[in-house]
């Protein structure tokens, strides 16, 4: 049984003779009734060797066997090297990398998958240790459905540079956006506060007891269905651009989260938002020089994006 740390083995007393299976183990491990429930529909509880249902009934002298899971702490790093992860620039205080979709800056409750922080750990680099355990050296993040260009701290001068940095709104911000539809104006600014979506705590919405929030836009293509936008943001807030462009009935192609057409994004090829961080600029935090570091687009965003060129 590997992978458990704690496998228990006891034989039914007489005073347990007639018990329900989950009752039972409440009284003999100090379990919660709703925790044995969890680990016999898991298929980790087993009397005399065979699979019980949790409302069955113990015989004295039967072997309960009882296999414990680790507890998984959903915030401990792991590292593992991530496919797909490139390194744009790295120094003693920084590096840049081009993040790809799917991956999460960091670890959080609810996500198992990689990890960004994970990957820099199991290739060896070392990161600021400022910051929460699971975040040390973030000063910035990209949705795991959001791909593109991204720093990360190695020094604890960096770290404290760059965070008051973005904090000030110092930090250029350039992202490119495939929306459907036209916005009028072609370009502009969206200032409108961002706040937790009533309903739906997974997503966000323009909330008016929300927090400060400006995107501004630029038109770079329209086509028949969908406009490229560059997109500078001006705050930083969990999903930005993404809210604003659908409150503006402009959703990214793709994002059904936010209210784009299902079949558009299918007809492009799409599984997740087209929305990409193509350039990052700062002043170095130990040289003080500007630096300007940049991400072509990825094969999914580059196709869809033909696609909809193509279309007439």
């Not at 807030?237 to 959703?251: D, E, F, G, N, S």
């Not at 558009?264 to 570091?293: I, N, S």
Request: glycine share 10%; hydrophobic share 40%.
């Amino acid at each position: 049984m590997s992978g458990f740390v704690d496998q228990r083995t006891v034989l039914v007393p007489d005073g347990l003779a007639g018990e329900r299976v989950d009752a039972a183990m409440a009284r003999m491990f100090g379990f919660s009734r709703t925790r044995a429930a969890d680990l016999i529909a898991a298929g980790l509880v087993q009397v005399d060797g065979g699979d019980v249902g949790k409302s069955d009934r113990l015989h004295a002298g039967s072997m309960l066997e009882v296999s414990i899971p680790a507890e998984v702490d959903p915030l401990v790093v792991v590292p593992e090297l991530v496919e797909g992860i490139k390194i744009i620039h790295d120094d003693d205080s920084i590096v840049v990398i081009d993040k790809p979709v799917g991956v999460a800056v960091h670890p959080s409750p609810g996500w198992s998958g990689p990890t960004v922080v994970g990957h820099l750990a199991g290739a060896g680099f070392r990161i600021s240790t400022s910051g929460a355990s699971e975040r040390q050296g973030i000063v910035q993040r990209l949705d795991v459905g959001t791909s593109g260009v991204m720093v990360i701290t190695k020094s604890e001068r960096a770290y404290s540079v760059l965070k008051n940095a973005f904090r000030h709104r110092t930090v250029d911000k350039t992202y490119h956006a495939l929306v459907q539809g036209h916005p009028d104006p072609l370009q502009g600014t969206i200032d409108a506060p961002i706040g937790r979506h009533p309903r739906h705590d997974y997503k966000f919405a323009v909330m008016a007891d929300g927090r400060h929030s400006v995107t501004h836009y630029e038109t770079l293509e329209a086509h028949r269905f969908a406009s490229l936008l560059e997109v500078h943001l001006e705050t930083g807030r969990t999903h930005q651009i993404r809210v604003h462009m659908a409150a503006l009935k402009h959703p990214c192609v793709g994002d059904i989260t936010y209210g784009a057409d299902p079949s558009l994004g299918q007809r492009v090829g799409l599984e997740r938002q087209w929305l990409h961080a193509v350039k990052l600029g700062f002043e170095h935090p130990d040289t003080g020089e500007y630096v300007e570091y940049e991400s072509t687009y990825p094969d999914d965003l580059a196709h869809a994006l033909e696609v909809i060129r193509d279309a007439h």
